[in-house]
């Protein structure tokens, strides 16, 4: 039986400094560099992942993480099946600041489907599991610690955006 086919563009969303684009890279390449790239604009990269009977391949658009130019980022945000909401464990303001990230994202894209990477697991988290927790419930997204540096839920994370953009759980 031939597998159904479907390619979904998938935003990284999140300030600058939370991991976003190691954990791309750590996906894609299976690689992890520590040397911080400042993103400008978006980069984007290609994975496809296979789920039973489905080829599913993510466009993965890393969006510059500073606030500023809405216009700029709303246009990278059109046509988004989905996002991940990426946060720095360690920096909990970054945590915080997901609710306006997801809340600009959800004006271009209403419909879309969303994850919340709690990145950088390798290290000692400034937030509580109940913190955690209902941060996650707030945003309507489900939870995964991650850490690029180990590739600690990175699969993971992308596997579950992929099996919602699917209609799956």
């Known amino acids: 039986m031939e597998r159904k086919r479907y390619i979904r563009k998938v935003c990284l969303l999140g300030d600058g400094g939370v991991g976003k684009t190691s954990l791309v890279h750590r996906f894609v390449e299976d690689v992890f560099n520590d040397k911080y ?3 400008f604009g978006t980069k984007v990269s ?10 599913l391949t993510l466009m993965i658009w890393d969006v510059l993480g500073q ?14 099946n989905g996002a991940l909401l990426v946060g720095d464990m360690t920096r909990p303001e970054t945590m915080e600041h997901l609710k306006g990230w ?10 879309a489907r969303l994850v919340l990477a709690g ?30 540096l180990t590739g600690e839920g990175v ?15």
Not at 102 to 111: A, G, Q, S, W, Y
């Open 119 to 148: 990145n950088k697991a390798d290290l000692e988290a400034r937030l509580t599991e109940d913190e955690l927790s209902s941060l996650a419930q707030e945003l309507g997204a489900d939870l995964v610690r991650t850490s690029a």
């Open 102 to 111: 997801r809340d600009d994202f959800l004006k271009v894209e209403k419909d």
């Open 37 to 39: 790239i400042v993103s």
């Open 46 to 55: 290609k994975k496809v992942l296979v789920f039973e009977d489905v080829e």
């Open 155 to 169: 699969q993971e994370i992308f596997d579950r955006l992929g099996r919602k953009l699917m209609g799956g759980a």
């Open 67 to 80: 606030k500023g130019d809405d216009s700029l980022h709303a246009a990278y945000y059109k046509g988004a």
